[in-house]
């Protein structure tokens, strides 16, 4: 009688998710949630690691976004000591030119590039980038986020193959072009990913880990590039999206994914292994179900622009974007070396790549940990107000300069600003439009949302990219700096009045602020 009246008690404390529907499963007891007053709570462990995980999608882009900056020299034609190629990467997804001074080493394929054949090596991975992100929001909502990344990790492993035996230029043009799809493929899934499966709580927080991740891998590349050659570089990079695709299969798919298709108990067993054995995933599913309610059937195209909460998302998001390439990250790591050597600084390229490296990945993970704390809004708003001040100064710098004018006596200040420049894009505008773009939208248009923007952001790569040179010969230096600098003036100006703070929100608060409920 007594072991009657303890199951009977414990009946009452648990209750599932799938019983609530007569879903057959509903005897799994991971599905049971407790009830009882003080024995609910979540566990983030394996939220962090899941996030960790997709990531290595974000070092493996990283990897093949400044693979060029350390081999090119090694396959140019010219041997001479004093060689110099201008590489065209893109740290912090942002562009970047590293002005690599190198002597050529051994070339153990025996490829040998044309100053042309180098400029389509590098130019094939933002091709494929832009082409790689649209289909994938579709893929993502046919198959899921988990088979999505994992099928989009086959072009990595493949991309690195073709690399590594590659015997002509061909074989390179192959492999940077996959590598460009993988690479613009997970910058659309993986931010999918982390903002389906992370509590409001720390989705700021693992949302900032694929820019981290992101320049991890960029710093890796810049550290042993310059130490070994281009075949073992190749080599130890492909072990990152083997690491990933391996890491993939313990991976549950997103609860969002599954209750949107219908899979409740799929959904509730995904948020168990989540978000902990003791999460009160009854109250998170119907959450998520009320977003989706909210949402309804999956939207068109035409729809991502007719509702107003999602086209102003989507504006945000993009102008986030522009802003981020537009800051003149690309200008300011052009100089580097130029005004490392202005301050008096012995530092070859390799070291000043590696120096921006570190100090990018630092100021990234610092941004992670402020960013619950501090705000996206808050952070937007220092990181553009004062690269503004400094690219401003940079501007004054070579004005100077340019006119024929001693500058020995102020050479730090623009190595100050540089570094100054560097802290505050990668702890603002380096990883914060990568996480905002996967909190704006809800699930019915979040896919195509997310790849459009995606898309922008590399149409606005090769605007700079293309553009910068231009501007550099015909405005010159002062002018170009100042140009970046009225851009993140505008940066500060829009956030300050057209952008809300996101940290703590629900999905439901975000889109009552977009549609203008609130």
Not at 42 to 64: D, E, F, H, P
């Amino acid at each position: 009688m007594d072991s009657d009246k303890v199951v009977r008690a414990m009946a009452r404390w648990w209750q599932t998710v799938s019983q609530e529907d007569g879903d057959p499963t509903s005897h799994n007891p991971m599905l049971y949630d407790p009830l009882q007053d003080g024995v609910v709570k979540t566990s983030k462990t394996r939220q962090y690691v899941a996030a960790l995980v997709v990531c290595l999608g974000a070092v493996a882009a990283g990897t093949a976004l400044a693979w060029t900056s350390p081999v090119l020299p090694q396959l140019g034609e010219r041997t001479d000591a004093n060689a110099t190629t201008g590489n065209s990467t893109i740290a912090g997804n942002s562009t970047t030119t590293i002005i690599n001074n190198s002597t050529t080493s051994a070339n153990e394929g025996g490829i040998q590039l044309t100053a042309a054949e180098q400029t389509w090596v590098s130019s094939l991975l933002a091709i494929g980038a832009f082409l790689g992100a649209l289909p994938t929001g579709y893929i993502a909502d046919a198959i899921g986020r988990r088979y999505t990344a994992m099928a989009m990790d086959v072009p990595f492993i493949l991309a690195w193959l073709s690399i590594i035996f590659a015997q002509s230029v061909g074989w390179l043009y192959l492999g940077r072009f996959l590598i460009g799809i993988a690479t613009g493929s997970f910058c659309v899934v993986a931010p999918m990913y982390i903002s389906e499966i992370a509590e409001t709580s720390i989705r700021g927080t693992l949302g900032t880990l694929f820019q981290l991740l992101l320049t991890i891998g960029i710093l890796f590349v810049y550290a042993v590039g310059s130490m070994v050659s281009w075949t073992t570089l190749s080599t130890l990079c492909l072990i990152v999206p083997i690491l990933l695709l391996v890491g993939m299969f313990f991976l549950p798919e997103t609860p969002v994914y599954l209750l949107k298709k219908g899979r409740r108990a799929d959904a509730a067993l995904s948020l168990k292994w989540l978000w902990g054995r003791f999460c009160d995933s009854r109250s998170a599913i119907q959450i998520i179900q009320n977003d989706l309610d909210q949402a309804g059937a999956d939207a068109s195209f035409l729809d991502l622009f007719s509702n107003r909460g999602s086209r102003k998302g989507l504006i945000i998001s993009m102008l986030l974007m522009l802003f981020q390439q537009f800051s003149g990250i690309n200008a300011v790591i052009f100089y580097t070396v130029q005004i490392f050597e202005s301050a008096g600084s012995t530092l070859n390229a390799s070291s000043c790549s590696i120096v921006v490296g570190i100090v990018q990945v630092i100021m990234t993970l610092t941004s992670s940990l402020l960013i619950e704390r501090a705000g996206r809004k808050i952070l937007l708003l220092f990181s553009s107000t004062v690269m503004t001040i400094c690219l401003a100064i940079l501007g004054a710098y070579f004005n100077i300069k340019d006119g024929g004018k001693d500058v020995s006596a102020i050479g730090w200040l623009p190595l100050l600003c540089v570094v100054l420049y560097i802290v505050t894009f990668s702890v603002g505008y380096g990883p914060i439009p990568w996480l905002m773009m996967g909190e704006l939208f809800l699930p019915d248009v979040k896919a195509t949302a997310v790849s459009l923007t995606v898309m922008f952001n590399w149409l606005c790569v090769f605007l700079v990219t293309k553009s910068f040179g231009t501007m550099n010969e015909s405005l010159g230096s002062d002018v170009t700096f100042w140009f970046f600098a009225v851009c993140m003036a505008l940066a500060t100006i829009y956030v300050a009045l057209a952008v809300q703070e996101t940290k703590g929100k629900s999905a439901s608060q975000i889109q009552s602020w977009l549609s203008g409920r609130q």
